[in-house]
Every structure is written in C-alpha cells, then in structure tokens.
C-alpha cells in the first residue's frame, strides 16, 4: 500500500563534532520518504524554491518516489542550520528559515488523496491539519513534530492529535508538550490528547512505544561511528511506516517489528552526512541488521 507524506524538503547546513556540512540536501520529507522507499510506494507533497537544483527531485524519482506533489515556486527554499555537541541526541536549532514554506497551501494531488497511509513529516501543524481535510478514508494517519512547533503552535497541535492514530516524538519534545519528566507520565497526557499509540524516540537509547496499555522498548543499533544524527527521526519514521504500509498489518506484533525496521533505517542514516548513506542501501543490508536486533535484544527466559 502506498504512503503520502507531507513535510519539509530542504537545505541544511550541520556542525558535529565529527566534520560540517553545508546546504545539502535534508528536511522531514527528504529524510521520510527515502527512508519508506525501500518498503513501498511514497507520494511525496512539498514545496522548494527555485533555488532548488533538478538533480535533487531526478535522485528522489529515481528512488521511485511520486514527486507529482513537490512543487517549485518562486522564493527560496527553507534552510535549517543546527549544530550537535558530543550529546548527538540533542540538536541545537541555530536558524530556521522557513522560505518558500511560509506562504505553502499544501495542495494533495487528486491522485494522492486515497492513500491508505498518510504521514504528517515535522512541518506547521496547521498545515498538517490542511492535508487532512483533503485525504478521504485513511486507513492509518502518522505525525511527527519539533519544539519549534511546540513553543509556537500548542493549540494547532493539540487540534491535531485528535486526528491521528499514531503520534511519534522525540524524548525532550514529549517532556516539554507534556511539562511532565517521567516519560510514563507524559505519554498518558500525551494519548489523553487523542493518537492511539505514541512513539518516543530515545536517539542513542532507542524507542519506547505506548500503544492500548502495553509499552514495548526497542534499542538502537550500537554502532562505533556515528557522523550525523540528522534526520534519524524521520528515517525512523520512513523504515516503520514503510514496513507497516508493505504488510499492510496494523497489529501489536507488527508495529514491534516496524519499529525495528524504523531503528534500522535510523542506524543507517547516521553513519553518514544528508542522505548519502540512506541512498546506498541495498534490500540485503537491511535484512541483515534487523537479523542483528534480534540477537542483540535476545534473552533466554530463566
Ligand atoms: P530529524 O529527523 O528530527 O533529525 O529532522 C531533521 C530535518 O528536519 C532536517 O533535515 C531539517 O531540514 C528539518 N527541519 C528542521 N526544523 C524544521 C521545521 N521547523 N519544520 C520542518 N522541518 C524542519
């Protein structure tokens, strides 16, 4: 089954304290709907400027994205600068440029509107109450969000998550939405607000899922070099909504062995600066380092 996803495509310019890069290529839907392309189908819905090279959108469609919904307008694209200290969970915002985004009406493309998967990638939770109201009959409905928002739209926010079947975001974000400490705690007034399920993602720590009373930890790959933790999420995001629109099963079980995959595409996306890495995975990687979760999360019973 096929995704839609809705989020930012930009430019981003990153400082680790393994080496900087400049203006590549980045944003929540980038990161997305790459990341889901090795599961299914994706529809890409976003706005760039004319700033935006075609070597960009050519490498997405020949990921076999439906770029039909990315549309090029006058302006410049939305940059964001952000810089990671040796705490590579913590990304420090130092610009946001929202550009082309601060006029975009998203409009969903007749032949996008009956996706049965929708993700809402980090963007103005306005904006992602503004694709809801065009998508008819959803059968599973995603979103993410960033402090940013949090500080800037609550009440869209809350507005949105009455919408949503599964809601995935960071650990600081759920403790400052939530203006609880105890993850527990803030995941019950964060479900009080409406998703079904809720996902914290932990960076280096993994991901906890709430989902109907159950809670289930998964952990994130050890890996010895990380260079670039941007866009972990949404590669997150991409490898478990992915996974889930491929099989199509919307289970406990299944959303356990999503997140793995999600926790996949993360490990992979980190070991290298904007896509490169993301873009140079073959099926059979993937494979073999969900194989590896499952042995290092293995535990013989007493
Ligand atoms: P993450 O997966 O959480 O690391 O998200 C990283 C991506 O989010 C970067 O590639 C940024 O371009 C994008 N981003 C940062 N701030 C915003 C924002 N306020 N709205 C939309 N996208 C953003």
């Known amino acids: 089954m096929s995704i839609l996803v809705v989020g930012s495509v930009a430019f981003d310019s990153v400082e680790t304290p393994f080496g900087k890069a400049e203006e590549v290529l980045g944003g929540s839907a980038t990161y997305f709907s790459t990341s889901a392309s090795y599961f299914t189908d994706v529809k890409l819905v976003a706005v760039v400027g004319t700033d935006f090279p075609d070597i960009h959108i050519e490498g997405l469609k020949s990921r076999g994205i439906d770029v039909s919904g990315l549309k090029k307008v006058p302006g410049k694209t939305f940059r964001w600068r952000g810089r990671y200290d040796y705490d590579l969970n913590q990304a420090h915002t130092l610009e946001t440029h929202l550009n082309v985004f601060s006029s975009f009406n998203p409009e969903i493309p007749e032949s996008y509107r009956e996706s049965p998967f929708v993700f809402l990638a980090n963007i103005d939770p306005e904006l992602q109450i503004k694709v809801l109201e065009q998508v008819k009959g959803a059968k599973f409905v995603a979103c993410d969000t960033m402090n940013f928002w949090i500080e800037g739209k609550p009440d869209a926010l809350r507005k949105l998550l009455k919408k949503v079947d599964l809601f995935v975001i960071n650990e600081g974000e759920a403790r400052e939405f939530s203006g609880t400490a105890s993850l527990v705690k803030a995941a019950r007034k964060i479900l009080n607000n409406g998703p079904k399920t809720l996902i914290i993602k932990r960076g280096e720590y993994g991901a906890l899922m709430f989902n109907h009373g159950s809670v289930f930890s998964a952990p994130a790959y050890p890996l010895e070099d990380i ?70 999360t293995h535990f013989e019973d007493i």
């Open 227 to 296: 260079f670039d933790p941007t866009g972990a999420g949404d590669s997150f995001a991409g490898g478990l909504m992915g996974y889930l629109a491929n099989t199509g099963d919307l289970s406990e079980a299944n959303l356990r062995r999503a997140i793995i995959f999600g926790s996949v595409m993360a490990s992979f996306n980190v070991e290298a600066f904007s896509l490169e890495r993301l873009n140079s995975l073959c099926l059979n990687d993937i494979k073999m380092r969900y194989s590896e979760f499952k042995r290092l």
